[in-house]
């Protein structure tokens, strides 16, 4: 009964800030690495950002969005967000949240890959555009 659901998605101007949910149910959230990835038409899934557990407290990000995205959770709402500012056209697309299959650490060597994640959200559309 592991759920996760993204949210926060729309249309903004390049430029501007978005802030994405991802709601957990089923386990509690904090207890594990959840990953970000995006997936713009007609290509493949890429790893925008992976935020381990509490207890672990390391995250993350893809070299083209480190510095102005940022994840972090609300353990009491069993919430992880991305927060996305200084948008670029280059990240529209579907954003999804997925749970490490194994592990409460987003490992540096294999956090990118979509193989290690399961129980993954329906997606959330971001359209950057003027």
């Known amino acids: 009964q592991v759920q996760l659901v993204e949210s926060g998605g729309g249309l903004v101007q390049p430029g501007g800030s978005l802030r994405l949910s991802c709601a957990a149910s089923?386990?509690?959230?904090?207890?594990?690495?959840i990953g970000w990835f995006r997936q713009a038409p007609g290509k493949e899934r890429e790893a925008v950002s992976c935020?381990?557990?509490?207890?672990?407290?390391?995250?993350w990000y893809v070299g083209s969005v480190r510095g102005r995205f940022s994840v972090s959770r609300d353990n009491s709402k069993n919430t992880v967000y991305l927060q996305m500012n200084s948008l670029k056209p280059e990240a529209t697309g579907i954003y999804y949240c997925?749970?490490?299959?194994?592990?409460?650490?987003?490992?540096?060597?294999?956090?990118?890959?979509?193989?290690?994640?399961?129980?993954w959200g329906q997606g959330t559309q971001v359209t950057v555009s003027s």
């Open positions: 997925a749970r490490v299959i194994s592990g409460r650490a987003c490992e540096q060597s294999n956090w990118s890959s979509p193989v290690q994640y399961g129980s």
């Open positions: 935020i381990s557990s509490s207890s672990v407290g390391i995250n």
């Open positions: 089923g386990f509690t959230s904090n207890d594990y690495a």
